[in-house]
């Protein structure tokens, strides 16, 4: 059985701390204990303090990275789409840069494995160079797990 991985990130218009951003800031944690609390959900990273070294994937501290683990893609559409993540969601101009290139990306990983930050960030630029594909897609164009017998 498959895991469905998903990644996204945001490039903060302002410093975490400021005050532009506190309606952000204030929803994370409401935000996280509805993903975790909702049917589907199978596992969020969770950053830990580390130093940024700048060979890390999105080792830039205005980078803000979601990567989530689901059991199918209507769990996570159904989080993302019709809870009250979307409230946040609509309002994510007034805190983030508007992307210039994929910033979500999903793909299946063998139930029971957890993504890595270095796995996402090579399957957000899979997606950038080929578009949607079975390795790396979005919701625009979404594949079933390919089986191995």
Same mark, same amino acid.
């Given at each position: 059985?498959?895991?469905?991985?998903?990644?996204n990130?945001?490039?903060?218009?302002?410093?975490?701390?400021?005050?532009?951003?506190?309606?952000?800031?204030?929803?994370?944690?409401?935000?996280?204990?509805?993903?975790?609390?909702?049917?589907?959900?199978?596992?969020?990273?969770?950053?830990?303090?580390?130093?940024?070294?700048?060979?890390?994937?999105?080792?830039?501290?205005?980078?803000?990275?979601? *990567?989530?683990?689901? &059991?199918?893609?209507?769990? #996570?559409?159904?989080?993302?789409?019709?809870?009250? @993540?979307?409230?946040? +969601? $609509?309002?994510?101009?007034?805190?983030?840069?508007?992307?210039?290139?994929?910033?979500?990306?999903?793909?299946?990983?063998?139930?029971?494995?957890?993504?890595? *930050?270095?796995?996402? &960030?090579?399957?957000?630029? #899979?997606?950038?160079?080929?578009?949607?594909?079975? @390795?790396?897609?979005? +919701? $625009?164009?979404?594949?079933e797990?390919?089986?191995?017998?």
């Open positions: 059985m498959a895991h469905l991985a998903q990644l990130i945001a490039k903060l218009l302002y410093p975490i701390e400021h005050p532009k951003i506190a309606d952000f800031r204030n929803n994370i944690d409401k935000i996280n204990t509805l993903g975790e609390q909702s049917k589907g959900f199978v596992w969020r990273y969770v950053e830990n303090p580390r130093i940024a070294t700048g060979n890390e994937p999105f080792a830039d501290p205005w980078i803000v990275v979601n *990567l989530t683990v689901w &059991e199918s893609i209507e769990d #996570l559409k159904s989080f993302a789409f019709n809870s009250e @993540h979307v409230e946040i +969601f $609509k309002e994510r101009a007034k805190w983030f840069e508007k992307p210039s290139s994929p910033h979500m990306v999903l793909w299946w990983i063998p139930e029971g494995k957890l993504p890595t *930050l270095e796995e996402a &960030e090579e399957k957000l630029e #899979l997606l950038e160079k080929n578009g949607d594909c079975p @390795h790396a897609f979005t +919701f $625009k164009k979404t594949f797990p390919e089986l191995k017998s």
